[in-house]
């Protein structure tokens, strides 16, 4: 499980619930291919840094992502002159993460739903 | 399937993974110094943010594996190096296991031979023997037949008896032991023959009426050496013309255990053997060694009791003069009969010693193990600081327990097979074909297996509750001399069951001896040092009815004459202890006039012995006198009795001779003489009474001659071998000592007391290791602490007792509970040997010497060790 810094709030952090990171991941992907750095830092930033990651536990997820061969991985040089793995989304890591954005949407709508009647996004 | 290709890609797979992360952590850190970190600083801060990259990295590697099964594979592996680096200790634990493994195996494999497996025959669970009152065995002819007649549980009843014959193929006569069968023997036991066929029911037309023998296949092999031609030789038993009809199947070993007949004769030819129509005869019990037969299915083994015992009732109004209505019993048919009982006490005993010896080597190796795992406390310490979960650390230190265990039990298993293997070539009684059947099969290496796992489990637990309890960060400050605070340890406890178990070990093996020592040396009624037996049998070489006696007297007096014979006498059937074959007489008082089985007076084991027997075998006589030449067939009928006759019949032994007593058919016997008490059937019989007729008047073709001399066992035997081809060239002898077929008699207790004394030696090799290791430990632990007692002054003694202390007051406290538990268990320890009282101040006092020896020669180096402590060097070191 990922875990959270804790930031410098009142609200209490609470984990990312299974496959959220993977899904994040491949969504950054299919923007952009890119590094376990500057993944981690596009995730941060797209989140308005709602969302710590501890950087290193991209890597668990990246691993299971190339099992399951929804990303593949490239050694090569980035912009900066760096010796860098680059991960690229595949046909089939497009297909699941729509499957899970989906899903996922379905869930988020449900719950709020149920916490707030009249606020529902409107479909 | 696309994890294949993956494991060859693995270690790709993980570099690249290590080189990104290392990569990640870099350009983190050239970006917090582009911010204005300083480079140290920002290196730090860097690897703060990626989180803890061992275990990332480590999770990141299980997506590529089958995580519990690589992990425990990693455990195993780093076990064996762990091992290997302490290879005495690793020694010392698997050879400690694989003695107490290998003699748990051993028992087992005596257990499954004996008693587990039923007899190699079809439908085993079926067969039940019948045994007729307290005599085990041993019915007449008539009796079964009625039996087999009048019963409504057995489908059918067998019977057989043993036959010892001299067996001569062409030329070459020798003595052969088989069984005489009724005819259905075959068929009651469902077995097929392999070579030609059996006899049934059918080829019994009357007394003699078969000339058969089937041969078994071992039999087959070394005499007739595989002939396949042998199916309608003729062969000659006792010198009469028999027809080998059939061989049986290998691994048919007729229906006791421990006796593997040659051949199996039809019963109805008996009569040609021994002589005479022992068939006939009702009163002769003698007839059948034992009935057999499967009970019909759906009757239980209460019905078939109740019924046999209703059929003995009918014989017993039907005949009262023969019959006594003791009641029937019957008995699952494993091969053992009489001696059923004893040998599974026996066992049941020995299997629990064994047991005692695993636990104790458990106790062992839980305190080698409890005091490596403090030794490795820090380690410990630190992997569970590192992020290891204590489940892997307890599941790594039991993989280390069941490697050892598994090596300790191969090791074992073999030592045990090897031992197996010979045990059942071993023919303990030599000259008669008495085995112990035992081989080794699948049954057993499970059974080793088993225990190699419950041990590990036992001793691979005692670390595992000080590592779950460890605070890793206290122990790494304080290193791993922290005290766990307990006075009494659980390796403390540990050694203490060790030690008592031992102890309990130690006492049985003095009970056995003591009772070995007690048994030998009481009397037994007759002086077997410095006698030679001489085996004949007349009727094998053509002698019958009236020419026995003569030649019997020749026999003798042929003997006399050769130069350091002092006495030669002659015993009819067997001497007193050899082969366990006595057999009793009915015997009445004079004054009965109903001969019937309600009215015996004594019971006596019963002998027919020729003049001078007394005195060749040593037998004192205590009053009157013993028989003469002249008692012969002509004259009255005269007996010699024992005092415990002379007691039961008469009241006392002056009272006894010159009074009368009347025989089964009624004879009136005068008793003339009265000897000593002796041992007629075994050696842990109670005094019996005894009745010795002469041998003049009822003689017997098969009878031993007791030859007394001092010369020496091999001269005179082979003298005595000469005389007798000067006598008769055709007639086959044994010459033996008499002490030598003592064997049989003594056997069991010679049996006993091997076995507890190998399992008390056992058991002292355990405790010797037990306390050596821990007084090796605490000495070794203490260095410092005494060399600071020595510098300040502290004297031989006192280093002593700080050293040793601990270890000597839990040896006493061990031994003393050892002892009190070997006192308790004196009934078990009856089972196996007779006679046994722990409670034997011999005994006790024994046991404590031996506990002390064991206490001095274990704590002997690390005592020495102790004193030559050199307070400087150890105050210099750490």
């Known amino acids: 499980m990922p875990v959270w810094k804790r930031p410098m709030r009142e609200t209490t952090p609470r984990d990312l619930f299974p496959g959220a990171l993977e899904m994040m991941i491949l969504e950054s992907l299919r923007r952009q291919p890119a590094h376990g750095y500057a993944l981690v830092q596009h995730i941060q930033q797209r989140s308005n840094n709602l969302l710590q990651v501890e950087e290193g536990s991209l890597y668990p997820a990246l691993q299971r992502l190339l099992r399951a061969k929804l990303v593949k991985a490239e050694w090569g040089v980035s912009a900066t002159n760096r010796k860098v793995r680059t991960y690229q989304i595949t046909a089939s890591g497009l297909r699941h993460l729509e499957q899970q954005i989906s899903s996922f949407e379905q869930m988020f709508e449900g719950i709020a739903l149920v916490l707030n009647p009249k606020k529902a996004t409107a479909n | ?878």
């Open chain 2, 1 to 878: 399937m696309n994890w294949i290709p993956n494991i060859f890609r693995r270690s790709k797979i993980y570099d690249d993974l290590s080189e990104e992360m290392r990569l990640h952590i870099e350009e983190r850190a050239e970006q917090l110094m582009g911010e204005g970190m300083s480079p140290a600083e920002a290196k730090q801060e860097a690897r703060k943010a990626f989180g803890n990259r061992t275990v990332l990295e480590e999770r990141s590697r299980e997506v590529w594996q089958w995580p519990t099964l690589e992990s425990m594979w990693g455990d195993v592996r780093f076990a064996l190096r762990q091992l290997r680096r302490s290879p005495g200790f690793a020694i010392a634990a698997v050879l400690t296991l694989s003695l107490a493994i290998g003699a748990n195996a051993v028992v087992f494999g005596v257990m499954d031979g004996l008693i587990l497996r039923p007899l190699n025959l079809p439908q085993a669970e079926s067969l039940y023997g019948t045994q007729y009152g307290s005599n085990p065995g041993w019915q007449s002819y008539p009796n079964y037949v009625d039996l087999r007649d009048r019963n409504r549980s057995f489908e059918d009843l067998a019977a057989f008896n043993f036959a010892f014959v001299g067996l001569d193929t062409g030329n070459d006569p020798s003595l052969a032991t088989g069984y005489a069968a009724t005819g259905n023997y075959f068929d009651v036991l469902r077995v097929e023959p392999y070579l030609g066929r059996f006899f049934h029911s059918s080829d019994e037309r009357g007394p003699n009426s078969a000339p058969y023998i089937v041969l078994t296949w071992a039999y087959w092999h070394s005499r007739f050496h595989d002939d396949r031609g042998v199916v309608g030789r003729v062969v000659q038993l006792n010198k009469h013309p028999f027809t080998v009809i059939g061989v049986a199947p290998n691994g048919f070993l007729g229906t006791i255990l421990f006796v593997s007949p040659d051949f199996i004769m039809p019963i109805v030819n008996e009569g040609q053997m021994t002589g005479g129509n022992p068939l006939s005869e009702r009163g002769n019990s003698h007839a059948l060694f034992e009935t057999i037969g499967h009970l019909k299915p759906g009757v239980s083994q209460a019905q078939a009791l109740a019924d046999l015992n209703s059929v003995g009732a009918y014989l017993q109004k039907s005949y009262p003069k023969e019959f006594d209505n003791r009641s029937s019993s019957l008995a699952r048919q494993n091969g053992f009969t009489s001696f059923g009982a004893a040998v599974r006490g026996f066992v049941a005993g020995l299997t629990l010693l064994a047991g005692l010896i695993l636990l104790a080597a458990c106790a062992n190796l839980g305190g080698l193990f409890a005091a490596r795992a403090a030794d490795r406390s820090r380690e410990i310490a630190l992997r569970l600081a590192l992020g290891s979960s204590r489940k892997r650390i307890v599941r790594q230190l039991l993989i280390e327990a069941v490697l050892v265990s598994l090596a300790g039990g191969a090791v074992g298993l073999a030592g045990s097979v090897a031992l197996l293997r010979k045990l059942s070539t071993w023919q303990p009684i030599g000259g008669a074909p008495v085995h112990v059947p035992v081989s080794p099969d699948a049954k057993l290496y499970l059974v080793a297996l088993v225990l190699a796992l419950v041990s590990a489990l036992l001793f691979g637990i005692v670390p595992v509750r000080q590592v779950l309890r460890a605070n890793p960060y206290e122990v790494v400050k304080a290193g791993s001399s922290a005290r766990l605070g307990h006075w009494l340890t659980v390796r403390d406890v540990l050694l203490v069951a060790q030690i008592a178990i031992c102890a309990v070990l130690v006492t049985a093996s003095m009970v056995a001896l003591r009772g070995l020592a007690r048994s030998l040396h009481s009397s037994f009624g007759f002086e077997p040092r410095n006698t030679i037996l001489i085996g004949t049998n007349l009727g094998i070489a053509g002698y019958s009815g009236d020419e026995v006696l003569p030649m019997q007297k020749r026999f003798i007096e042929a003997m006399k004459t050769i130069p350091g014979v002092e006495k030669v006498g002659l015993v009819n059937n067997y001497p007193p202890l050899v082969y366990a074959s006595a057999s009793r007489q009915i015997v009445f008082t004079d004054e009965t006039r109903d001969l019937s089985q309600s009215n015996v007076a004594v019971m006596p084991y019963s002998y027919q012995v020729s003049p001078d027997y007394f005195e060749a075998a040593g037998t004192s006589l205590l009053a009157g006198r013993s028989f003469r030449w002249r008692d012969d067939k002509g004259s009255a009928s005269v007996a010699v009795v024992n005092m415990e006759f002379a007691r039961r019949m008469f009241g006392s032994v002056s009272g006894a001779v010159g009074r009368f007593v009347r025989m089964q058919d009624g004879t009136r016997v005068e008793v003339v003489g009265v000897v000593e008490d002796g041992k007629y059937l075994s050696l842990n019989e109670d005094p019996q009474p005894a009745l010795f007729l002469s041998s003049l008047q009822s003689p017997f073709g098969s009878a031993y001659v007791v030859v007394r001399s001092h010369r020496d066992p091999q001269e005179l035997a082979a003298a005595l071998r000469g005389k007798v081809r000067e006598l008769d060239a055709g007639l086959p002898v044994t010459t033996d000592p008499w002490n030598d077929l003592l064997a049989v008699a003594l056997f069991p207790s010679r049996m006993a007391t091997v076995s507890l004394g190998v399992l008390g030696v056992m058991g002292a090799m355990l405790s010797i290791t037990g306390i050596f290791g821990m007084a090796a430990y605490s000495v070794s632990k203490r260095l410092r602490e005494l060399g600071i007692r020595v510098a300040l002054g502290a004297k031989r003694k006192e280093v002593l007792q700080a050293a040793l202390g601990r270890p000597l007051r839990l040896l006493a406290i061990g031994s003393v509970a050892g002892l009190v538990l070997g006192v308790l268990a004196s009934r078990v320890l009856a089972y196996i040997v007779y006679q046994a009282t722990p409670r034997d101040p011999l005994v006790l006092a024994g046991v404590v010497l031996a506990m002390l020896v064991l206490g001095l020669v274990a704590t002997w180096i690390p005592a020495q060790r102790a004193l030559a402590v050199e307070p400087m060097i150890l105050l210099r070191e750490e």
